[in-house]
């Protein structure tokens, strides 16, 4: 994703995005059910992600680079406390 992005290959990254999201969606919204927490935590990297996808889709490199670095930090901490 890093990568499309610095590029400003638009269109890998939204594919490339939404490839990876959609799996790891699944497999969060799984985890979730089974510890029974972290669906705020969820639902807000969920929100992230979506900023992340509308920065890729305005072609805007600052907004897409710094919403990709929120997301990347949620996501870690995210599936660290799922673990």
Known sequence: MATYVD???WT???NELRR???T???DINNLVELKGS???????FY???E???FAIRQKDSAAAKAAL???QEQGKALISSLA
């Open 7 to 9: 590029k400003a290959y």
């Open 24 to 26: 790891m969606r699944y």
């Open 47 to 49: 929100k992230n992600v």
């Open 51 to 53: 900023k992340l996808d």
């Open 69 to 71: 670095a929120v997301v």
């Open 38 to 44: 972290g669906e705020a935590d969820a639902k807000t």
């Open 12 to 14: 890998q990254a939204r």
């Open 20 to 22: 990876q999201v959609g």
